[in-house]
């Protein structure tokens, strides 16, 4: 089995290789490494190498994972420091009555698609005195079986997100088809990163509206390519 380092390493020179094609710099784009598929030994072994922003796609997993790393670092000398450093990341979807869970816990929420979400994190936030980063999620590849709100829509929805007090739209986040066809794939991130220049040019959102979520295991590399800031990466790093 090709170890998890070595795994990650490639992805690296991907992702650097991806930012030399279209002149930016690697430093600008975050991998978020997805645990969903991994071990906590892997886990653990991804954070000591200095990865330390994690995504999971399910409330109760992103519970267990993360109170499972916690208890491997905080009995640790110098764990507690290395724990500080990890940032959690709620990228499936999320339903209203699992908000509450995911707020103590999630540095960024990256699947918010509705006003009525939008608002139940902001009113849970309140009560926990907390203000969340949320992503509002597009779905630019028009799949009926994918969340997300329809480009068409986003606009509007991101102008009502921005009057809610306790929590802080930072960025849009989208997924591509599962297809072989590179050309949908760009063409559904070209049109994110379209929408995001829009909202950012027309001071519809605020300075800190700076993140755009796209490409995974599949794709990131075209991701990277068309603007992506943030990657969501799992089984390209624990596969096989």
């Known amino acids: 089995m090709v170890k998890v380092s070595e795994k990650i390493k490639k992805v690296e020179n991907n992702i650097a290789s991806a930012c030399a094609r279209s002149g930016r710099e690697p430093r600008d784009v975050k991998l978020v490494v997805v645990t969903k598929s991994a071990t906590v030994e892997a886990v653990e072994q991804v954070i000591r190498q200095g990865f330390t922003e994690l995504g999971e796609n399910r409330v109760q997993q992103l519970k267990k994972v993360s109170t ?45 698609d509705t006003l009525r979400l939008a608002e139940e994190i902001n009113t849970a936030a309140s009560k926990l005195h907390l203000e969340p980063k949320i992503l509002l999620q597009v779905n630019t590849s028009n799949e009926p079986q994918k969340y997300g709100v329809p480009v068409g829509a986003a606009t509007h929805l991101a102008e009502q997100m921005e009057t809610l007090p306790h929590v802080k ?19 559904c991130f070209v049109r994110a990163a379209e929408l995001f220049a829009e909202m950012r040019g027309e001071k519809i959102v605020g300075p800190h509206f700076t993140e755009l979520s796209m490409g995974m295991s599949s794709d990131y590399e075209i991701a990277v390519e068309e603007g992506a800031t943030i990657l969501r990466i799992g089984s390209a790093i624990f596969a096989g």
Do not use: C, Y
């Open 68 to 112: 499972q790393i916690a208890g491997i670092f905080q009995t640790e000398n110098g764990g507690s420091a290395l724990l500080k450093k990890v940032k959690w990341h709620m990228i499936g979807h999320l339903q209203r009555n699992k908000v509450r869970q995911v707020l103590p816990i999630a540095s960024l929420i990256h699947s918010v």
């Open 169 to 187: 739209l930072v960025g849009l986040m989208t997924m591509a088809p599962l297809t072989r066809d590179k050309g949908a794939i760009r063409a």
